[in-house]
């Protein structure tokens, strides 16, 4: 159900933005994009070592592997994904007005994902996950956030 006032692109959960000030300062650990198999939104598997210690790599793997699955829904085409796309053609996309897509569905559900993961396992390791919706979907972003960040030369 979506929020009065919200556009179709946008939800509660994008309110939820803990410790976005520290974050601007702290180490950021990137899972980077996996094109073996194409361009579908998929991420690589392989455990950062910033992270030893910080985290354990099952909960990683649980997470990514999680996140690649959800991404696959979102881009899986069914009879149902091709009915939508044939009604919005014929109500000239108007029925986006009042109903959400299947991908947003599913980009919401990345979302609560998300959410659910840093309360439950990176919040209480000092670690924050960043929606890759929120990083156009080009990596997943670990924030370490009682690390500050190092200056490269």
Known sequence: ???EGMPNHTTPLDEINPRQGQTQL???VFVQRDYSDGTTVRF??????????KLDKGAFLYTVNQLNANFAEAEKGS????????????TAY???I????????????????????????????????????DRGLRVIE????????????
């Open 98 to 133: 009042c109903s959400e897509t299947h991908y947003e569905k599913c980009l919401r559900k990345v979302a609560k994902f998300v959410a659910e993961q840093n309360e439950r396992v990176y919040m209480p390791r000092g670690l924050l996950l960043t929606n890759p919706v």
């Open 1 to 3: 159900m979506k929020a």
């Open 79 to 90: 009879c149902s994904t091709y009915c939508e796309g044939c009604l919005a053609c014929i």
């Open 142 to 153: 670990i924030s370490i956030l009682d690390q500050p960040m190092v200056a490269r030369t």
């Open 44 to 53: 690589q598997t392989l455990f950062p070592s910033e992270l030893e210690g």
């Open 26 to 28: 702290c180490m950021k």
């Open 94 to 96: 108007l029925m986006y």
